[in-house]
């Protein structure tokens, strides 16, 4: 397993931006696709925003827009900026590696500790 270590959240008024940070461990972040989740209390984990190898990316719908997923391979980071928060926005946020298993891409790494984001006026 790879350790990914998630930071950057914190307390945003709605409309502010914060900037997400996930660094990686090891020599294979080039290969794989990389995506951000979060959880919000009570709710499942969901997919927020994937990004390939080459830097394809896909978004929820509910972040489209304001959302941008990137990833610098030379650091072993991926980053989420997030654009006009919501309160629907909070949520503790994850990033995970990625393996595809057929039309589907799954999660397959262990889940770090998460950063928390908290959007409230």
């Known amino acids: 397993q790879v350790q990914l270590v998630e930071s950057g959240g914190g307390l945003v008024q709605p409309g502010g931006s914060l900037r997400l940070s996930c660094a990686a461990s090891g020599s294979f972040f080039g290969i794989n696709a990389m995506a951000w989740y979060r959880q919000a209390p009570g709710k499942p984990r969901e997919l927020v925003a994937r990004?390939?190898?080459?830097?394809?990316?896909n978004y929820a719908d509910s972040v489209k827009g304001r959302f941008t997923i990137s990833r610098d391979n030379a650091k072993n980071t991926m980053y989420l900026q997030m654009n006009d928060l919501k309160r629907e926005d909070t949520a503790v946020y994850y990033c995970?590696?990625?393996?595809?298993?057929?039309?589907?891409?799954?999660?397959?790494?262990?889940w770090g500790q998460g950063t928390q984001v908290t959007v409230s006026s």
């Open positions: 990004i390939s190898s080459g830097g394809s990316t």
């Open positions: 995970n590696r990625l393996i595809q298993l057929g039309s589907s891409w799954v999660p397959f790494n262990s």
